[in-house]
């Protein structure tokens, strides 16, 4: 993209993945950059390679749902490739942007953004999903500082990411902005509902920070509730086998394990009455975003933003983390409030200007004067 003529908007270049590559953060991209193009000249860089095979064996792409797509997208960046990466810097600085925008979300990318960063001519913003990985290890925290020390400015979706950059940058410039609903994955008729039995949903990679034991502990004491597990265990189904052939539960639970293509999602989440992320650590949720994109309550702990994003007993309930007791008590009492007549999907609705990509927008002008 090449600047014609009189400038009329700001040019914007966009990194990070988008369609076909898998997973929330290629759906976020693609949202934002749709968002931009109301206001803005956006050029869109993905990655030509987006992790090695070695370390990402299954398909990195999923072609079955073109919602997301980013029509003039171009895929350029090879992370492992030091030179493509060089490369692509002067590619990108030949636009003259106003501002670069880069998807952050774990250190593996830290290599290929510092380079990458130490090329670019213009501003740098960083919209970071996670300051630091949710799995730590060792040398995070000094890849992490190596990278985002090159940006100029910082959008966050959550206090505590903003007090994890604080420690490594505390002079950074940045703001909150609550992490917008993902609604493109409505492309169908709406599914109804099928059944009368109360069912709740668990989405997502399994991992063990997302606290799915504590979730199946819970259900041996809610006999009259049913459960979908849709998500990647990653392989690792079998530390979860004492919870899943329980007799209590084994009959109440669905497993569909494996990447949930994109086609279908809604599936999943119009056969719900609400989604649980009793998660024991986070930042914050690209899943509970999705959900309210679908207008359905959130069942969630008080970790990380997900405090700042479900409000109690308006759109969802919110427990403590890593207590059986207490999410058992949050879906009794999320069944009682529906019940009773509480709102949900009105009140989703209602609060739903906080998590547009309108707002967003506003945020990344507002932040860097563009």
């Given at each position: 993209m090449q600047r014609n003529g009189k400038k009329d908007r700001p040019y914007i270049t966009v990194i990070g993945p988008v369609f076909p590559y898998?997973?929330?953060i290629a759906h976020y991209t693609g949202l934002l950059v749709k968002a931009l193009k109301n206001r803005a000249h956006v050029r869109t860089v993905s990655y030509s390679m987006q992790y090695p095979k070695i370390l990402f064996k299954k398909p990195q792409r999923d072609y079955s749902n073109d919602s997301f797509k980013v029509d003039d997208a171009e895929f350029l960046i090879n992370t492992a490739n030091p030179f493509n990466i060089i490369k692509?810097?002067?590619n990108i600085n030949k636009t003259d942007a106003d501002l670069i925008i880069i998807e952050w979300w774990h250190p593996y990318f830290a290599p290929c953004y510092r380079i990458l960063t130490s090329f670019l001519k213009v501003p740098v913003l960083f919209i970071c999903h996670n300051?630091?990985?949710h799995e730590?290890?060792?040398?995070?925290?000094?890849?992490?500082?190596?990278?985002?020390?090159?940006?100029?400015?910082?959008?966050?979706?959550?206090?505590?990411?903003?007090?994890?950059?604080?420690?490594?940058?505390?002079?950074?410039?940045?703001?909150?902005?609550?992490?917008?609903?993902?609604s493109a994955f409505k492309?169908?008729?709406?599914?109804?509902?099928?059944g009368d039995e109360k069912r709740l949903?668990?989405?997502?990679?399994?991992?063990?920070?997302?606290?799915?034991?504590?979730?199946?502990?819970?259900?041996r004491k809610l006999p009259d509730i049913y459960l979908t597990i849709a998500g990647d265990f990653g392989?690792?189904?079998?530390?979860?086998?004492?919870?899943?052939?329980?007799?209590?539960?084994?009959s109440r639970i669905d497993i569909h394990d494996g990447y949930i293509s994109d086609n279908d999602v809604q599936e999943y989440f119009e056969n719900c009455d609400a989604v649980v992320l009793p998660y024991t650590d986070a930042t914050q949720s690209g899943i509970a975003q999705m959900a309210f994109g679908f207008r359905k309550p959130v069942i969630a702990t008080e970790v990380g933003g997900l405090p700042e994003v479900v409000t109690d007993s308006v759109t969802g309930v919110l427990v403590k983390p890593g207590d059986t007791g207490s999410l058992r008590h949050g879906i009794e009492r999320f069944y009682d409030l529906l019940g009773s007549g509480t709102d949900f999907e009105g009140n989703i609705v209602k609060d739903s200007e906080r998590f547009t990509w309108e707002h967003m927008v506003d945020t990344i002008f507002e932040l860097t004067g563009i």
């Open positions: 898998k997973g929330g692509t810097a002067n300051v630091f990985p730590r290890f060792i040398m995070d925290r000094s890849l992490t500082r190596l990278t985002l020390s090159k940006g100029n400015f910082f959008i966050l979706h959550s206090e505590k990411e903003v007090r994890e950059l604080l420690t490594i940058l505390p002079k950074a410039e940045y703001r909150i902005n609550m992490h917008p609903t993902y492309m169908r008729e709406t599914v109804k509902k099928t949903l668990f989405f997502g990679f399994v991992r063990p920070y997302k606290g799915l034991k504590v979730l199946l502990d819970a259900m392989g690792k189904k079998e530390e979860y086998k004492e919870y899943l052939s329980d007799p209590d539960i084994e």
